[in-house]
């Protein structure tokens, strides 16, 4: 089955814990990104992959790190969690950033 | 800047009555345009998607856009709306070259019986 896998699904942690959230998906997608879901603020674009190696900022990118090391997958790094990342967060992955993205089913993160 | 924007944050129609759900943008040049549904407890799923062509674009369950682009806007239409078509909404653009993607803030679609 074509899918986009994240995890953990819900998340609890301290201010300053380092956390990766991973990513992967089976569907051989050049196009890998990060979203964060806020009330009243939308999705916004945290960092983006073009393709294996190569990372860009998206909207938000301030507190982040990503990378592609494979093709299938995109952890996002959190290397000192604040409050302020609370939030439910996607990973999503097309053939190229003009095709139908494919999101996973998110992951509930909350920063005590 | 560039942004996309979802004026109304709450959409309430009768069943089988016609819907809307309204986006308009502000980004340079001929953007790709799109839009994602998401379901209670669900990640968002693909509508449909306007790059070129015809103004009216069909989509997945019975879900048609309008482009206009004098109007920089691209709603999202069904003739008959069923209840479980509630649900909230995404606008989402592709700026003319960018490789990011900008969302709208979503509308809360809600059907009545």
């Known amino acids: 089955e074509a899918q986009v896998t994240q995890n953990p699904r819900y998340l609890i942690t301290v201010t300053g814990k380092k956390l990766t959230v991973t990513c992967s998906q089976n569907m051989n997608h050049e196009y890998m990104s990060w979203y964060r879901q806020d009330p009243g603020l939308g999705l916004r674009q945290i960092y983006y992959?073009?393709?294996?190696?190569?990372?860009d900022k998206g909207d938000v990118p301030e507190g982040y790190k990503v990378s592609r090391k494979e093709k299938r997958n995109f952890p996002l790094i959190l290397e000192s969690p604040s409050p302020n990342q609370t939030s439910l967060y996607f990973c999503?992955?097309?053939?190229?950033?003009?095709?139908?993205?494919?999101f996973g089913p998110g992951t509930r993160l909350t920063v005590l | 800047a560039q942004s996309v924007a979802q004026p109304e944050d709450q959409v309430n129609v009768a069943e089988g009555n016609p819907l809307t759900v309204k986006c308009t943008y502000s980004?340079?040049?001929?953007?790709?345009l799109f839009w994602y549904v998401q379901y209670p407890n669900r990640g968002l799923q693909f509508l449909l998607k306007?790059?070129?062509?015809?103004?009216l674009v069909k989509g997945s369950y019975g879900f048609e856009a309008e482009f206009n682009k004098s109007q920089t806007s691209f709603h999202l239409k069904k003739p008959s709306a069923l209840v479980s078509d509630s649900a909230l909404y995404f606008c989402a653009v592709r700026p003319t070259g960018a490789n990011n993607l900008f969302f709208g803030t979503g509308t809360r679609l809600t059907v009545i019986p």
């Open positions: 992959s073009m393709n294996v190696e190569v990372t």
């Open positions: 306007y790059i070129t062509g015809d103004n």
């Open positions: 980004v340079s040049g001929n953007p790709y």
């Open positions: 999503a992955s097309s053939w190229r950033v003009y095709n139908e993205q494919f």
